[in-house]
């Protein structure tokens, strides 16, 4: 029977956190969060905020409205949201089917309380561990040997590897045994909760119910890793209590599915809740110890809780079912956190995986809503997306609890938080709901290799296991050590001839990219020569105009200047002959009468002189002169000043004269590098040819056989005849894993 699709938006939770008592006294509740009813919430800038700021200047609003699935006001208890939010993702798990969980928000806004919770207010997960320990009670498998293997599939531990796995579970719990009273504390807290976790007709809801089962039994195994600064590290492994000792980080690895999964990460097979609660604890205490010793927060982690579900019919594993809750690093951006050097590359990646998170959401949403679209969704590019593409591509439901608080204080960074999850809550998965034996886990022995799938891997399985980006892609760690080596082989010879095609294909892009740049620039750099000519040209001949014009303006200036004075002086002087005659012979009469005239001899002359000075007519002559004498010394004043402006001038011009000179002798330097440029096509012109008959080689390499192993001995070859012959020489890197069993 073919499989129904499910379809649904992603559930986005929103819990609002109270304020605590410092809060209220610091005066951080103006009223900032207010929420409508159980579905929409508006957020009020507050004054001083960067938000307000901007809307006051017309950019943003200062009011926001945003709906969720449900919202949870900080009246609103554990058991409130856990009842509401989480249960029907429970049921999932308990029915076979995976889960995840994650919590979003900025640091102190109640993530790790919705998730793990305080011992008397326990949060989702013990919540979670205790209901699934009620429905499996009397149904549990106790062998311990049955372990989940890869993301999806089993593996049988022998009775050796049984032992050990006894053991390291004895090692962590006897280094807890200090915080037992307080864990007691935590079980007997949540022990109340297991009767009212999952009532009669609850279990009735799923499908399979294990009462009715009857021989169906279960195990569960649970893991608790955190990713910092992209690097994983497993919560679990008890050798990191010793402070000497550096932490080992974790390589995440593909499945050959298509699924990641964290490479050797510790599983611990658990009975109770109680010893779930210990592991929980054990984890916590070493990720604060850790972030302690390399003073860091560990808000600044993402820590993943996971459970791994089997259900086990007689010996064969029916399903492994997986619920993961992560409670994500503080979504603060960079400049919030005042951090530098190595603060400011961990406070990078960690939003560089949030970042990463919103793109992939963003993405989805994207090729969602525009059917059309179907842009690149980059889980690839950090760890947390990896291990999360499968649930985000249908392989499970996923669903968000968003924590805000109500602080005016850190308005900002709770808007983005807000809008983040706007587009989370557009999201739709498609859940394929497969017939379950498609979904059957591959159970392997110790060796690695299937017990119950009859033969090996065929090729063509693989073919399409691994893709052709997944080969080729040096970052993609696939766990190689996990395949036989024939599959190796063939492994091998698919990826050669994928290699060389890559090669051919990228070498003719590469030429064609190479001409067309080629061509682009001596386009640019001809338009630009050409440009700059015009613009010398042009300044050239404003140059001349302005200097012209400004020379015939003094010139005007000093024809002006000259004719006026001319015209002053005349007009001081100007009087008219009849009356200068008139005037002298009635002074020469005045003179004959005062004066008795001695009969005009030798010493006439010195008695004219001396009737000149006697006589105030003649003072006023010399007074006159004086003037003029005066006049004629400010004119000179005045030809000398209009004669240094214009020696000035000629400075001027000397000047403009020199730039343009130089101007010249730039634009003779550009023509000659257009010259160069002429040869540079000449050259790409040959290049041309060159490319033609590359192209015609690789033509012709395309027609034989792709592969010839004897012209070219490249690694690939190596990697080969290693492979055939792996005691001739030494093993590669990747052989010199013999394939394990084990995940340890
Ligand atoms: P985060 O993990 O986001 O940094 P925490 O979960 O550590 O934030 O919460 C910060 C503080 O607020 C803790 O002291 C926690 O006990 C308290 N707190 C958070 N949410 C609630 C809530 N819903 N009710 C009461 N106290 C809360
Ligand atoms: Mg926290």
């Not at 591959?442 to 033969?455: E, F, I, Q, S, T």
């Not at 740049?517 to 613009?535: P, V």
Request: contains cysteine; aromatic residues 6%; glycine residues 4%.
């Amino acid at each position: 029977m073919p499989g129904v699709a499910e379809q649904q938006t992603m559930r986005v939770y929103l819990r609002v956190r109270p304020f605590s008592r410092e809060e209220l006294s610091d005066h951080e509740d103006q009223g900032c969060v207010v929420i409508e009813n159980s579905q929409a919430v508006t957020l009020n800038a507050p004054k001083g905020s960067a938000t307000m700021k901007s809307s006051e200047k017309g950019i943003g609003m200062s009011l926001h409205k945003f709906s969720f699935s449900q919202i949870f006001g900080p009246e609103k208890t554990q058991s409130e949201l856990f009842e509401n939010t989480v249960k029907s993702q429970m049921y999932d798990f308990l029915d076979g089917k995976n889960a995840l969980i994650f919590s979003y928000g900025v640091t102190n806004a109640g993530k790790t309380y919705t998730i793990q919770g305080t011992p008397k207010e326990p949060g989702i997960l013990p919540r979670v561990l205790d209901a699934t320990f009620h429905y499996i009670e009397g149904h549990q498998y106790e062998g311990m040997d049955l372990k989940p293997y890869l993301r999806n599939d089993a593996q049988y531990l022998d009775p050796d590897q049984v032992k050990q796995e006894r053991s390291a579970k004895a090692a962590i719990f006897a280094s807890v045994k200090e915080v037992r009273e307080k864990l007691e504390l935590l079980s007997s807290s949540t022990a109340a909760l297991s009767s009212s976790s999952l009532s009669q007709e609850q279990t009735g809801m799923l499908a399979s119910n294990p009462t009715e089962a009857g021989s169906s039994q279960f195990t569960l195994w649970v893991a608790f890793f955190e990713i910092y600064n992209e690097c994983v590290y497993d919560l679990l492994q008890s050798s990191l209590c010793t402070k000497s000792k550096k932490r080992a980080s974790l390589r995440v690895c593909d499945d050959g599915a298509g699924n990641a999964y964290v490479k050797d990460l510790r599983w611990i097979n658990i009975q109770t809740l109680g010893e779930a609660c210990k592991l929980l604890q054990f984890g916590n205490k070493n990720r604060s110890a850790a972030a302690t010793k390399m003073n860091q927060s560990s808000s600044r982690s993402h820590s993943i809780f996971t459970m791994k579900l089997l259900k086990i019919d007689g010996s064969a594993v029916k399903w492994v079912s997986e619920f993961s809750l992560c409670d994500l690093a503080g979504s603060e951006r960079c400049n919030k956190t005042k951090t530098f050097g190595e603060r400011l590359k961990e406070a990078g990646n960690i939003n560089n995986s949030l970042l990463i998170l919103g793109k992939c959401i963003t993405a989805l949403r994207n090729n969602q809503t525009d059917r059309m679209k179907n842009s690149y969704i980059p889980f690839r590019e950090s760890k947390l997306t990896k291990l999360f593409q499968a649930v985000f591509c249908g392989k499970g439901k996923a669903s968000m609890i968003v924590n805000i608080n109500q602080c005016a204080s850190t308005y900002d960074e709770t808007l983005h938080v807000m809008k983040f999850s706007a587009v989370a809550k557009q999201v739709v998965q498609v859940i394929p709901d497969k017939p379950l034996e498609s979904l059957a886990p591959c159970l392997v022995g110790r060796d690695g290799k299937p017990l119950l799938r009859n033969g090996g891997i065929d090729s063509e399985a693989l073919e399409s296991y691994l893709s052709e980006e997944e080969l080729l892609d040096e970052e993609e760690e696939a766990d190689m050590s996990l395949l036989p080596q024939n599959e190796l082989m063939n492994v091998i010879e698919s990826m050669r001839t994928k290699l060389l095609a890559e090669r051919r294909r990228n070498l003719v892009q590469e030429m064609e990219i190479r001409k067309e740049m080629g061509d682009a620039m001596l386009q640019q750099i001809m338009e630009s020569e050409e440009l700059r000519s015009r613009q010398i040209e042009e300044l050239k001949e404003s140059y001349q105009e302005k200097m012209e014009n400004t020379f015939e303006m003094y010139k005007d200036a000093i024809k002006e200047h000259a004719y006026q004075s001319a015209m002053n002086n005349l007009e001081d002087d100007y009087v008219p002959l009849d009356e200068f005659i008139a005037e002298q012979e009635k002074w020469l009469l005045n003179l004959r009468q005062s004066v008795p005239m001695p009969s005009l001899g030798v010493g006439s002359l010195q008695m004219l002189v001396y009737i000149l000075y006697s006589d105030d007519r003649f003072k006023w002559i010399y007074k006159e002169k004086c003037a003029i004498e005066k006049m004629c010394e400010d004119k000179q004043q005045l030809i000398l000043s209009l004669e240094k402006r214009l020696m000035d001038l000629s400075d001027t011009l000397e000047k403009v004269r020199d730039g343009f000179m130089e101007k010249s002798a730039d634009l003779e330097a550009l023509q000659m590098k257009t010259k160069s440029m002429e040869e540079v096509l000449l050259q790409n012109i040959e290049k041309d040819g060159e490319i033609a008959s590359l192209k015609a080689e690789v033509a012709r390499l395309s027609q034989k056989s792709p592969v010839q192993p004897k012209a070219k001995r490249g690694l690939l070859a190596n990697i080969r005849e290693a492979v055939t012959s792996p005691r001739k020489c030494t093993p590669t890197r990747t052989l010199r894993k013999t394939p394990k069993a084990t995940q340890r």
